[in-house]
């Protein structure tokens, strides 16, 4: 079997522990929509999220200046998966109106309600952001995510 590559110890700590700021994160996503997204149609932006998730295999939706973003396109690259990375901006705090709903609209997708980014699609579904898809990568479990196996047909004839 293969070498997975997985992520930086400590990069994988720091994102780990990044949940205990949950509550002051959406509490800000959310303020920084209704200011900077009042005349986005969310509905429409979350019709575009469905359609860039769908396009491709794996989608991960970054922050240019985060390390968390910069690790999990690291552990994509270093286990060569080909994927399309959408940047909402540098940082949360130079989102515009658009990308500040687009980022509120992404946290919907993941149980704990998480706002920060980065946020990873496979095959269409969101496993979380650089915590999950390094303990994905670790496990082996990425590669299953990715090229799920499939159903071994029963022949007719057998």
Known sequence: SSQVAGANPAIKAMA?????LKPAFVAEAKIQASLLGGQVDSEEVAQEIASEVQADKIVIYTYGLSPFSTEAVAILEKNGYEYNKIELGAEWFLLGGKNSVKRV???EQVDNGATSLPKVF???QCI????????AADSGALETMVNPPVAAKKSLFA
């Open 105 to 107: 609209l992404l946290s």
């Open 122 to 124: 496979i095959n269409g």
């Open 16 to 20: 780990n522990g990044m949940s205990l």
């Open 128 to 135: 979380g952001g650089c915590a999950e898809l390094a303990e």
